[in-house]
């Protein structure tokens, strides 16, 4: 087994990954979802081959020096950012295209990943981010981003977008923006890269401001959207007819 690829080992419910992993030094790629463990696991450490890792456990408090995995291409991990803490050590993945983060005690956005410029595709899945940093522009290489689910637990004064401008990530093809409860100052435009936009869930009566300026859009996917009026059902379904764009949930 030590010339093994690839592993999955998901839903076993380990308390700790067996020391045998470590064993298997030629893995590419590794599974290891729906596990307890809360420490990021030492065996794990020794696969200096990986390129996918996939690590759906318990929230990790710290990371350890991450620079044996210098080859790692996709990466998923849950992160309780609480106290401050601000997982440094994913700036050692330099290699690293693809990243999902979960964990709804993530309050900001790791800023070591300024650090990551092959960084293609972000997405941010049932975490506690309540505003985005006004840095996310300077992810010159994403093409990819995806929110979902952000936890907006109490009274927040800005909105996720105040800070941000989307027009920076000019490179941008696909936007995710699914069962978010606040929208407010999102604006699209600039995005002319822009061919798949998902705003599932959507909650505002207006549609985002540039909307309707995107020149390379394909597909819009609305599904649940139900704040729109009829007159804005009828113009938005006209303008996707004209420009041959692939409409959902409307």
């Known amino acids: 087994f030590k010339a093994l690829k690839h592993l999955t080992m998901d839903n076993h419910g380990y308390a700790q990954v067996p020391e045998a992993v470590g064993e ?74 693809e990243l999902t983060l979960f964990g709804s005690q993530l309050k900001q956005l790791p800023e070591s990943l300024l650090l990551l410029g092959r960084l293609r595709s972000l ?23 995806e929110i979902k689910e952000t936890s907006l637990e109490g009274e927040h004064p800005l909105p996720l977008f105040a800070h941000v401008n989307l027009a920076d990530l000019a490179a941008l093809e696909e936007l995710r923006l699914d069962d978010i409860a606040d929208l407010k100052l999102l604006s699209l435009k600039g995005l002319n890269a822009l061919r798949f936009l998902s705003l599932k869930g959507y909650l505002s009566p207006e549609l985002p401001d540039g909307l309707y300026e995107l020149p390379a859009l394909q597909e819009l996917d609305i599904t649940g959207f139900t704040a729109l009026s009829l007159e804005q059902q009828s113009k938005l379904k006209a303008w996707a007819q004209t420009r041959g764009i692939k409409l959902i949930g409307l």
């Open 123 to 145: 997405t941010l899945h049932t975490t506690g981010i309540q505003i985005l940093p006004s840095w996310l522009g300077s992810l010159k290489a994403l093409r990819r981003l």
């Open 24 to 97: 298997l030094t030629q893995l590419e790629s590794l599974s290891l979802r729906g596990h307890r463990f809360v420490q990021f696991p030492a065996p794990v450490l020794k696969l200096t081959q990986l390129k996918t890792l996939h690590l759906v456990t318990g929230a990790f408090t710290a990371l350890p020096d991450l620079s044996s995995l210098n080859q790692l291409e996709q990466l998923t991990l849950v992160l309780d950012g609480s106290a401050g803490r601000t997982f440094a050590q994913l700036s050692q993945l330099f290699r690293l295209e």
